[in-house]
């Protein structure tokens, strides 16, 4: 089992829809949690991080479920724009530092 | 602006050849990473540095090696052990030692080919 897995994807959305990305992690050494944004053939760019008691940054939503090991990304009225692979990534803290990525799950969002 | 810089973009290289690819960051972080994107998959580390000087080996360090002599910079040099190297190849940084909970700034990657 790999110790971070997303939503195989890709999600086809029509504008103005509303999408969520699932994110589950194996290890209870987790410590923080972030998502990023990622366009084609580009670098990975924070979207946000994952607070314990949800976090909300305009249309995306950000949530951490400590007890079932996963984190969600709700966004909202889906614009063409956030067509793009959408990467979570779990930073452990078993002694040393360790970030794993997830493999991203690809959104496409039509007019 | 402060920010992450990688070059070259693009890097073609002959097989039997080591290449080295170049990672700057002016964001005064301290610790630095390189992680290795193939198609459809997602990042793994290469390699990763938390001080000057002292550098650790990621989930696929083989065929990899890095130096990091000044804070600003960390090149990783990819060399002919390298068995599979065409890739995307991004540098990244963050703030601190600890790296818990600090999100990592990429910069905009270098894409390999192997001929």
């Known amino acids: 089992r790999k110790e971070v897995e997303q939503d195989p994807g890709p999600f086809n959305v029509p504008e103005g829809a509303t999408v969520a990305f699932n994110c589950t992690y194996s290890?209870?050494?987790?410590?923080?949690f972030f998502w990023y944004r990622q366009d084609c053939r580009k670098e990975p760019k924070l979207l946000m991080s994952?607070?314990?008691s949800g976090n909300e940054d305009g249309r995306f939503t950000a949530q951490l479920n400590r007890a079932s090991q996963y984190i969600s990304l709700l966004i909202r009225d889906s614009k063409l724009s956030d067509s793009a692979t959408y990467l979570c990534?779990?930073?452990?803290?078993?002694?040393?530092?360790?970030?794993?990525f997830g493999a991203g799950t690809r959104l496409f969002v039509k007019a | 602006d402060g920010g992450i810089t990688q070059s070259p973009k693009y890097l073609f290289r002959k097989e039997g050849q080591n290449v080295t690819l170049s990672c700057e960051q002016n964001?005064?972080?301290?610790?630095m990473y390189w992680y290795r994107q193939d198609p459809g998959q997602g990042l793994r580390l290469i390699y990763y540095?938390?001080?000057?000087?002292?550098?650790q080996k990621g989930d696929i360090a083989e065929g990899y090696s890095v130096s990091r002599e000044k804070k600003e910079s960390f090149p990783l040099t990819v060399t002919s052990a390298q068995k599979n190297p065409t890739a995307f190849y991004l540098c990244?940084?963050?703030?601190?030692?600890?790296?818990?909970?600090?999100?990592?700034?990429f910069g905009p990657g270098t894409r390999l080919t192997v001929l």
């Open positions: 994952v607070y314990s």
């Open positions: 540095s938390q001080i000057v000087n002292d550098f």
């Open positions: 990534a779990v930073n452990l803290n078993t002694g040393g530092f360790k970030t794993i």
């Open positions: 990244a940084s963050s703030v601190g030692l600890a790296g818990a909970y600090n999100e990592q700034f």
């Open positions: 290890n209870s050494a987790s410590q923080s």
């Open positions: 964001l005064n972080h301290d610790a």
